[in-house]
Every structure is written in C-alpha cells, then in structure tokens.
C-alpha cells in the first residue's frame, strides 16, 4: 500500500474529505504517485488516518469525478495518466500570484491609459439594474438573442449617437459587439479580405494586429498636423482606411474639418470605406466640437466604430459598428450568422442604464471629473517639468503625450520612471516598424488616477527624468 503521511488540520473550516482530496490531487499532479499506481482501499485507509470510511469515499468521488484516477471493477481505484506539463505547478501558485502582485505593488502611479474613473462608476444603480434584469421577463433573456444585439439597446444606441456625435443612422444599421478587435474581424469579413486596408501610422496597435491576423494587406499611412496624411494614402492605393478623427490615437490631434472633408472626398471612388474609430469622443476639452465623419458623409462611405469602454468601464465589453447600407445588405446576407457575443443580460443593463437617465447624468459628469483631471496634470507638468517637455493631443480624450527633449531614449524614461515607482507608457508600439521617434514621447493615462495620485506621479518624473 502507499505511504501516506497526512496530517489533518482539525481547526481548518475545511472539511476533511477535501484536504485528503486536495492532499491526493497534488501528489497525483506532481507525479508523487503515479500513473497506474493503486490507491488504498477505503477500509485500509479510513483505519490507517483514523477517519470515517465515507469520509474517504467522498474524497475518492471527487477525484473519479474530475479524471484523476479511474476505477477497475473488482480490483480497486487506480490512478490515470495524466499531462503534467498541462498543470501550474500547485507550489508555483503563490509565487505566481506574489509576482503579479509585487508588479503592480512596485508602482506607486500608474499612468494607463486603459483605466477609467471608477470611483465614479455608480455601482448601485447598475447593481439594481443588473438584478432586475435577472427577475423581469426571466425566460427570454436566459435565450439567444438577437445577432446584431438586442433592438431596444441598439435604439438607444441610435439615439444617442445622433444627439451627441451627430451620427445618422437607424437602429438596424448598428451591430454591438465584444470589443473593437472583434468588429474589425467581422468588419474585415463583411467588406472582403481582397480589399487593401490602411491605417494611420502611429496608429492603435489592436487594430493593427487584428487587421493583420485577418490575413488582409494593411499599408501603414503617416501623419501630418491634421491627422492622415492624404498623398500617402492616395499613393498607398488602398480601399479601406481606418481613422481616429475624434482624438487620434496615440498622438491626439483632432482632424480638422478640411481634413474630413478632403477625407471624405477621397472615399467617393467605388469601393473605399472610411472606419471611424470614435472611441473616446465623448471628453472633449478645447475648441467646438466636430461633427464625426459619419455625420458629413452623404454618400454611405463612413463606417461608425463607437465603445462604452472609456465613457463607462472597459470591462463590460460593449461596443458597436453602424455600418453603410450597402454594407448592412451583405452583412444580412451572409454574416448575420454569427452570433451575438455580449451578454443578452450586459444588454439589457445599459439598455435600462441609458433609457432611464442614467447615461446622460453619468457622461456629464465624468466630462468635469475628466476635465478637472486632465487640468491638474496639465498643471503639473508645467509646474515640474517646465520647458523642457511638450504636451502633445490635450484637446481631448483621456491620455496625452509628453514630448521629452533631454536626451534621453524611451526606453530610458521609461527605466528611470519605473525607479521611483512611477509607470509611463511608450508610443513606439503604435508605430508599424516600432520604432521610437527622435525625441521620445511618453504617453501618459490619466482617468484612473486621482488628482493627487497625478501631481504626485509628475513631481516623481521630475526627480526620475532629473529635468
Ligand atoms: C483607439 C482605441 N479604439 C478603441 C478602444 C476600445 O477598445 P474596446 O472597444 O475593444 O474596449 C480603445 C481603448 O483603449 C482605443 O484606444
């Protein structure tokens, strides 16, 4: 019989048939015992530990239950061959977990800019909600719902973009889907894998691989002081281009309105199509606003690209297309075969978020909260790092760029702000060869961070860039 030397802990809630399942588990996973080895029986072992024959049985149920061992009739309980390598090593967990905490620990200010304010997030409203969704109608939302997304939502949806982002466009042209990659793969789909796509350069780097994991030819297209520059894009013969008018990411201008026009004259030609990227219009700081692209396009070029992931919480992954008609009719025809891929429930939820009010008040309010954010750090870096840094893109928008004359590389700013516990981000990914520009620039979140966190995050950089 094996050697089984286990020592109970009584005072533990746990209950004694899981500590002796979890004391197998791990012998098993880490080959202590192996494969085809016998385990005792359950007379010999219950005698042997000093615990009820049950209380054993349920151990072993547990792990006949998930594959661990199998039982041969007649002869006994034995255990299975497993892969190994298919396992974390249990002793590595903590050390994996420490890990990951001491990363984050290791910051005091972290300036992404894939965080929102979520302190302001109104958790009880959306926990209300969220519960009533789970009693109203209860049978039809446990059930597939529509592919494009659930009609009131994209209503809502339609509404909203034509008050705010002057977006015209019908319910039925909006499809809501997991997250903007997501969409340019259907996107890519819809409009044809044999089209040549661009996109701005630097540009959004998820975009980027998602296009180019469709397999599709992407040209990269440089930027002027407008945003796309027209000539390459001309020369770049490409039908598609994808643009962040709004805020282009990361550099941050906003595409002025002969730039649009010029934009939407160039996608007249039979077969080009504009992809807006509208992803954090909604925080606009200087200048009057523009109207987006789709709102100027007479001629069904401009394909909408919106998301709750900045103007609400990333995590809930809804965003949407509103695609041209002539584009909806192929989508109809064929690609409405793929289903939904956002909760019928998450629907549901900012359905009744934004019908009720609750949208509109939370969108004016992070406008200040954003507002007042982005003045402070504003404020800082005048204050701290005086002339020898340049913001970059802070007409709107939740992130900037710092521009850093001080001989420095990226990379180095980057390695001396991590010393004194502050993160900043590079902007050479965002570039198709990732190259850094000659004077780095250093993009900087801020939504996430209080306004304390963010004077406190720049005086850092002062001492760290020793500026
Ligand atoms: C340029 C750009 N587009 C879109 C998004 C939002 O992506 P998603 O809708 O997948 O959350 C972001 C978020 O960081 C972004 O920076």
Not at 154 to 183: D, F, H, M, P
Not at 211 to 218: A, E, R, S, T, Y
Not at 421 to 428: C, E, F, G, I, L
Request: glycine content about 8%; aromatic content about 10%.
């Amino acid at each position: 019989m094996l050697e089984i030397t286990l020592d109970f802990d009584y005072g533990n809630e746990e209950p004694i048939y899981i500590q002796l399942y979890t004391f197998f588990k791990k012998e098993i996973q880490t080959g202590k015992i192996e494969p085809g080895e016998k385990l005792p029986s359950k007379r010999k072992l219950s005698h042997h530990l000093g615990i009820s024959q049950t209380t054993v049985e349920t151990a072993y149920e547990q792990l006949l239950a998930e594959g661990y061992v199998e039982s041969v009739e007649r002869k006994g309980i034995y255990v299975r061959e497993l892969n190994r390598d298919l396992f974390l090593h249990v002793d590595d967990v903590p050390k994996i977990i420490k890990e990951i905490n001491d990363e984050s620990e290791q910051y005091k200010v972290d300036f992404s800019h894939g965080t929102v304010a979520l302190e302001h997030f109104p958790y009880p409203v959306w926990r209300k909600l969220t519960i009533h969704g789970l009693f109203e109608e209860q049978s039809s939302y446990f059930l597939n719902g529509e592919s494009q997304g659930e009609l009131p939502l994209r209503e809502a949806i339609a509404k909203y973009l034509y008050q705010s982002r002057g977006v015209r466009c019908s319910a039925n042209q909006i499809i809501v889907g997991a997250g903007t990659q997501y969409l340019i793969g259907l996107l890519t789909m819809i409009i044809g894998r044999d089209a040549v796509y661009s996109m701005e350069d630097p540009g959004f780097h998820r975009t980027r691989e998602a296009f180019k994991d469709q397999g599709v030819i992407l040209k990269p297209i440089p930027l002027d002081h407008d945003g796309i520059d027209l000539n390459h894009l001309v020369e770049s013969k490409a039908k598609v281009t994808y643009v962040t008018p709004s805020h282009q990411f990361p550099n941050g201008m906003v595409m002025p309105i002969t730039r649009r026009m010029e934009l939407l004259q160039w996608a007249e030609d039979e077969g080009r199509y504009i992809i807006e990227d509208d992803y954090d219009g909604e925080f606009r700081y200087k200048g009057t606003p523009i109207p987006s692209l789709q709102g100027l396009d007479n001629n069904g070029k401009v394909i909408y690209l919106g998301t709750f992931s900045k103007s609400l919480i990333p995590s809930i992954r809804i965003s949407y297309l509103v695609l041209p008609n002539s584009l909806l009719e192929k989508y109809n025809q064929h690609y409405i075969i793929y289903k939904q891929t956002v909760s019928r429930l998450h629907q549901h939820t900012l359905w009744q978020f934004m019908i009720n009010g609750h949208w509109e008040r939370h969108l004016n309010k992070m406008r200040t909260v954003y507002r007042k954010k982005q003045a402070t750090l504003i404020r800082s870096i005048e204050k701290y790092l005086g002339e020898q840094v340049t913001v970059i893109g802070d007409e709107a928008g939740l992130h900037i760029l710092l521009c850093i004359d001080n001989q420095l590389s990226e990379k180095e700013l980057i390695e001396r702000a991590k010393a004194y516990k502050v993160k900043v981000y590079p902007t050479s990914v965002y570039y198709n060869n990732n190259q850094p520009e000659q004077v780095p620039n250093i993009l900087l979140g801020f939504g996430g961070l209080t306004e304390e966190q963010i004077e406190q995050g720049i005086r850092l950089l002062k001492e760290a860039w020793r500026i």
